[in-house]
């Protein structure tokens, strides 16, 4: 008998790449999608990388899909943005080993910057979507996956969300299939996407969508459960699991494949039962697409586009039923907040002081709009803060931005800041870009990336020299800075911002959890010395908390020693306290 | 079996995770399907975090809603109180009394509510413990969540010679004992 484990939906979904004999995977960290590649570095027989960018980790998928083997590339949703390119072309050249592609979307917004829904970028790229509802499912969805990919000639987009990805469910383990490589033989007319060669392609992706449509009706992903006849619902993922929770009398007709739609199954499904619901987070992809045949259903009208869903949600808005809630007592908010310790809170405490704005990026520093600091200005996605700052300029003029720098972080910048930074420079910017350089990517738990000199596997690696990069580039001005020396930071960012030249301040100082060494000081405040005043309070440190009676007090659970508040106390009244 | 419900909330960096792992792992043992969910990325820097366990022949979502929690247990009396709701009319709270200011609150926005506990056990079966002072006086601040677990494991129908176990296959190899320790602390303290 196989082994049972319970698995995080993200590691079930590596677990499957390995037991598809999958040889190549590369990926660029993105909450909810980090821990497949995580999770994949654990098996040897898996080449795995992060790479600068999801354009990229793609790409090197696609290159080893075209090679023979079994390849795939993983992000979040926003990074099949970045991906875009690739993705759409790759759908018509299609692949020679299979290619497979997990996307995770994030209804809630528990940590994304927008809440689109990967499906409709499924089917502008005419890409097969499945999309598993548990991790037992995660790992043999990829499975199924890699066959329909070989088979169809295909790419396959398997979509996700934040609830499956980081729920733990029961998974079964099996072997690792031994796939042999596929030959390659040069193919011009399928793998050189110029016109006359695409137009050709484009017959094929019309001709596979159809096909698929058909053949989805008796794929064993799209399971059918006949119950009481009065409710049906169509549904997917794991809005499956609330409708099984909430109408577990309904009859269900449950797809793991979501585009292209398998249309004689959902007519034949739809005319057995009385009242038809559809039931999917976030866009009615499904919804539409069934209407426009003229089926009738009930979706959108009485569910949300936004958040997940719940099995209370089906509940109320299906059966009309008010499932016992005492209510929720209005609680003041716990918002994320930047860790004791995080060398960010030190810049933005200079640049609050400073009252300059910022342009930023995507990153654990885009909680530096959060009072108290409230620094940052505009997050729109990754590497925008350098091409935003370039256009207030370029529509304002040097002077209006003589209070404003661009802040991106160290992987953001290998991300796609660097464009950015070219463009500065090619289009004669006079703007000023920090770097905040915590020697990782931070928000999405630590992982290395192109100048941390470690690769996925743990390797030592080159480590790209930032600082070398920005005068490459051709910035005359780079400042490198410990982000800590707030003294020092103050009078470069002064500098930096008058003079009328392009300017980087790289402000760095590793991130305060990446480093497991024990803590060996902390600080203490002198409270006969102290007048109150709330110097040391102004940057917001979670550590640093004031009591009724009016005394201040640093937590010596939270405290690790990075000596901000020290600097910031003008009557010397915090006092270091050396740890054993 | 009903399936049973358990939430474990606390402050992003208290160590939720381990504790619902261990939870997780004894219902496996115990021949249940089991599912978990749980919170990364940016909410877990200092946040609210809220992690659900179920349990039971056969479980479909992975979350608990509100009315459904058999067994809330808090790690910070806030986030009781944001949580309270979840619980089931007979549900039962661990909390650890233990307070961490949110932001609103250490730059004066709000106020830090009083009497959490007292308020809630108008309400609620409460039990409540200073599991960081308990830890001390183990000599490991760092387990007390594992002592939290230990008075929670009061209200889960599983023996003590089970919890222990899981504990010993959960754990690093080296923390087993005083893990060990702290969890017969909890389990004996509300007894």
Redesign the interface.
Known sequence: MSEKV?M?GNEAFARGAYEAGCKVSAAYPG??S??ISENIVKYDEIYSEWSPNEKVALEVAIGASISGVRALASMKHVGLNVAADPLFTVSYSGVNGGLVIIVADDPGL??SQNEQDTRAVARAAKIPVLEPS?SSEAKEFVKFAYELSEKYDTPVIIRTTT?LS?????VELNDRMEIEDKTYVRDIAKYVMMPGNAKGRHLVVESRELALMKDGCDFPINQVEYKDKKIGVITSG?PY??V??ALPEASVLKLGMVNPLPRKLIEEFASKVETLYIVEELDPIIEEQVKSWGIQAVGKEILTVQGEY???LLRKAIKGEN???????S?????????PGCPHRSVFSVLNRLKIHAAGDIG?Y??GA???LSVIDTTICMGASISTLHGMEKAKGKDYIKNWVAVIGDSTFMHTGINSLINMVYNKSTGTVMILDNSTTG???HQDHAATGKTLKGDSTYSIDMEALCRAIGVSNVYVVNAFDTDKLETVIKEATQMDEIAVIIAKAPCALLDKAPVTKQYRILDEVCKRCGMC?KP?C?A???KEDGSIHIND?MCNGCGLCESLCKFNAIEEVKLK | METKNIMIVG???QGTLLTSRIL??LA?QAGY????????????????VVTFVRYGEK?????V???QADVLIAFEK??A??Y??F?K?DGAIVINDQR??????????????ENIIEDLGK?YRVYQLDA?EEAKKLGN?RVFNVIVLGVAAQHMGFSKEDWLTVIENTVPPKTIEINKKAFELGYNLHS
Request: aromatic content about 4%; some cysteine.
């Open positions: 319970i995080l909450t909810p980090t821990e528990y940590s548990d609830r980081h729920s733990q469910g029961m794991i699991q609330y099984k929770e719940s099995a209370n499932p016992f809630i005492s209510s929720a007592v609680v003041v908010n716990r918002p994320p907040i930047l860790c654990c885009t909680l959060v009072a108290p928000m999405t738990g309070m917001g979670p640093i908390t004031k659970t | 402050v992003g960096g997780g792992g496996i399907d089991v599912k978990l969910s749980e919170v990364h990325g940016m909410a877990q820097r200092g946040g609210s479980v479909y979502e992975p979350i809603e509100e009315g806030l986030e109180l944001r309270a709701h619980l009319k961490i200011d949110p932001m609103p609150v250490v730059i004066g926005a709000a106020k830090y509510p309400k960081m601040s």
